[in-house]
């Protein structure tokens, strides 16, 4: 009988996928065999070499997503799900948290600057004038506008007045952007989840050059609040049905605030994440691909938000 193979698709990346193939291997004893994995073209004949993949990079290519949609179907399992992760986008995700009880900014989702390709003002015969002072009304200056869909701080900016938000929403193109009340933060975390129960604590501070951003030699935690930081991050996770993901949370008035949670193929870099940080997340996810190798085999589409979300609440009342 063969061993379970794990693939790892992955990009520019040099630390983190050698790491972890090099730590499943150690692990897997002749239950598993991890390695890079090898594409070429896509027949259409359902048949595949591996039982698992890690995907770290389909998002920025769309030929990998259409064959890791393929492979999903014919019965490999995908860290993260290609179909939901597809379908997924950080505006929604808010929803989703309100309807596990994490406590999110006020978000609003705002219409696009510029016609999308293809698209004429005719176009938008739906499409009503936007009353700007309701929407300032409602998040309160500061405001952070981002894309609803992307990551990597790209496209984000910080607005103080309504003077600076048109200036950065001119720059928008034809980006689906949300504006969001910023929280004006006492402390910061960025939370590895893998698996949807293991869950690293990391300090951090956004503020700071990419390379400074994960504190160290952070204060201790008390008990009952790093058990509410480690739910919310659980929560989440088990919501959107990732097993790879990063949670931020920002803190206000002892509050933790989810302010980014929608990163499916997150920074794992050892020269970024630090070297204990880097420990953590190899040796973690190789158990987690392990435990999905050689666990039960099943269809998932999405995480359990279908069943948390309030559908059958009048449409014109608001969630909790």
Same mark, same amino acid.
């Given at each position: 009988?063969?061993?379970?193979?794990?693939?790892?698709?992955?990009?520019?990346?040099?630390?983190?996928?050698?790491?972890?193939?090099?730590?499943?291997?150690?692990?897997?004893?002749?239950?598993?065999?991890?390695?890079?994995?090898?594409?070429?073209?896509?027949?259409?004949?359902?048949?595949?070499?591996?039982?698992?993949? *890690?995907?770290?990079?389909?998002? +920025?290519?769309?030929?990998?997503? /259409? $064959?890791?949609? %393929?492979?999903?179907?014919?019965?490999? @399992?995908?860290?993260?799900?290609?179909?939901?992760?597809?379908?997924?986008?950080?505006?929604?995700?808010?929803?989703?948290?309100?309807?596990?009880?994490?406590?999110?900014?006020?978000?609003?989702?705002?219409?696009?600057?510029?016609?999308?390709?293809?698209?004429?003002?005719?176009?938008?015969?739906?499409?009503?004038?936007?009353?700007?002072?309701?929407?300032?009304?409602?998040?309160?200056?500061?405001?952070?506008?981002?894309?609803?869909?992307?990551?990597?701080?790209?496209?984000?900016?910080?607005?103080?007045?309504?003077?600076?938000?048109?200036?950065?929403?001119?720059?928008?193109?034809? *980006?689906?952007?949300?504006?969001? +009340?910023?929280?004006?933060?006492? /402390? $910061?975390?960025? %939370?590895?989840?893998?698996?949807?129960? @293991?869950?690293?604590?990391?300090?951090?501070?956004?503020?700071?050059?990419?390379?400074?951003?994960?504190?160290?030699?952070?204060?201790?935690?008390?008990?009952?609040?790093?058990?509410?930081?480690?739910?919310?991050?659980?929560?989440?996770?088990?919501?959107?049905?990732?097993?790879?993901?990063?949670?931020?949370?920002?803190?206000?008035?002892?509050?933790?605030?989810?302010?980014?949670?929608?990163?499916?193929?997150?920074?794992?870099?050892?020269?970024?994440?630090?070297?204990?940080?880097?420990?953590?997340?190899?040796?973690?996810?190789?158990?987690?691909?392990?435990?999905?190798?050689?666990?039960?085999?099943?269809?998932?589409?999405?995480?359990?938000?279908?069943?948390?979300?309030?559908?059958?609440?009048?449409?014109?009342?608001?969630?909790?």
């Amino acid at each position: 009988m063969r061993k379970n193979r794990i693939g790892l698709l992955f990009g520019m990346e040099d630390t983190f996928p050698w790491a972890l193939i090099e730590a499943i291997n150690r692990k897997a004893g002749e239950r598993a065999e991890a390695m890079p994995m090898e594409i070429s073209y896509l027949k259409d004949d359902g048949v595949f070499v591996y039982d698992v993949i *890690l995907d770290r990079i389909s998002h +920025e290519i769309p030929f990998y997503r /259409t $064959y890791l949609k %393929c492979a999903m179907a014919s019965g490999v @399992r995908i860290v993260n799900n290609p179909v939901w992760w597809s379908a997924d986008d950080k505006f929604f995700d808010n929803l989703v948290a309100k309807s596990v009880g994490v406590a999110v900014p006020r978000t609003v989702l705002l219409p696009h600057k510029q016609y999308p390709p293809n698209t004429e003002a005719k176009s938008f015969r739906n499409m009503r004038w936007v009353n700007w002072d309701e929407v300032f009304e409602y998040l309160k200056f500061p405001v952070f506008m981002k894309p609803a869909y992307g990551g990597g701080w790209k496209d984000v900016y910080k607005c103080n007045s309504p003077q600076e938000f048109f200036a950065a929403y001119d720059q928008t193109r034809d *980006l689906t952007m949300m504006a969001q +009340e910023a929280i004006e933060f006492e /402390t $910061y975390y960025r %939370c590895y989840v893998l698996g949807r129960k @293991r869950v690293h604590l990391m300090a951090y501070d956004p503020k700071q050059p990419h390379h400074l951003r994960y504190v160290q030699n952070p204060p201790p935690l008390d008990a009952k609040f790093e058990a509410r930081l480690r739910r919310d991050a659980i929560a989440l996770c088990d919501a959107l049905g990732y097993d790879m993901n990063t949670v931020e949370l920002a803190v206000r008035d002892g509050v933790p605030y989810a302010i980014d949670f929608m990163n499916c193929a997150p920074d794992a870099d050892l020269f970024s994440v630090g070297q204990s940080n880097f420990e953590w997340v190899v040796n973690n996810m190789a158990e987690v691909l392990l435990e999905i190798a050689t666990g039960e085999k099943a269809l998932e589409l999405t995480g359990s938000w279908p069943k948390r979300m309030p559908v059958s609440k009048p449409v014109e009342q608001p969630l909790a």
